[in-house]
């Protein structure tokens, strides 16, 4: 095991020195950036998948071997929307099809208990692993998924969106079986140094439509993002996917430290209508641009910089949604040179 963490040799200050002086208005040496790692995570650390899913110590590992590789500027660990449908469904359950194949078994559902349940703990035996080797450096996160994905994944995402409109009610009994899951994993979290990140995908206004949203997502998004600040002190950082421009006005309300779009979002436009409520982050695709040339990925990155950092709430270069397991490890090299060769003031 090896959880040696060291500061960037291309970087002049230290991801948590970074946010320390942009918080309070210093200079800092580049934008913060990050690329979300998680699809290509056993491509580039040669660790198993069943070694990131279960080994709390190999999970840590890997999230450092990758920082030292990079030094981007957080750092993430599950449980995810997975590990929270895993903890809800029971080590027996069959993953192949739905939990929930019958709405009447919601009566035997009840929330997770993330202190004793033994999927959840893996995940926060890492976080602690990092919290100890790594937070002085970089900030650490874990993800909590996104709780109406979530809901799809034990009911399946066709019978949600069919159940949203036929059975209302025992979908909100879902969704509050789901949010309680969540909040138990923000309370455990809350022990250790470590902030919260949320992803919705199916959440996404493009597949279920912005009045769906309001009823089946915001008051429960709303309410995960309050209580992640009354618990740790610290803002929630969220990604959503999709063309999300009918949901910002609720966007806008929730308690986020930041919110990163999708590569199909205008960053311009979002830095204008968002940034002023909100941090923004994005949103360099990560499939057609981070497959292409050096001088593409650079005329990506910066074109996103020079959008981004007209929001006045601060703005932090991302990909625009995580990237797949075939990336070749030097176009990341490519991104993270893009960002540190970029004048930032």
Partial sequence: MHLKIHKHPSDEMTPVERKKALAAGQPVDRVPCVPFMDGAKCLLTGI????LWHDPAKMAEAEI???NRYGYDRIVIGPNTRGISEALRGTSADRDKPLLEDLRLLDALEPVRAETDPRIRDFLQGAGLLCEHASQIVPVEMSIGGP?????DLRGVEMLM???QRHPQEIHRLMRIVTDSQKTCIDAAAGYNVGIAMADPVANP???GPKMYERFVWPYTKELTDYVYAKTGRK???HMCGKTYKIWPYLRQYTLNELSLDNVVDLGRAAAELGSHIPIAGNVDPVGILYGSKKEIQDAVHA???AGIRSPKGYTLATGCDLPDTVRPEQIDSFMDAARDHIYQ
């Fill in 48 to 51: 198993s998948a069943h070694a």
């Fill in 65 to 67: 071997i990758l920082f």
């Fill in 148 to 152: 109406f994905t979530i809901a799809a």
């Fill in 162 to 164: 069919r159940d949203c």
């Fill in 206 to 208: 493009m597949l279920i």
């Fill in 236 to 238: 929630t950082s969220l």
């Fill in 304 to 306: 996103c910089i020079r």
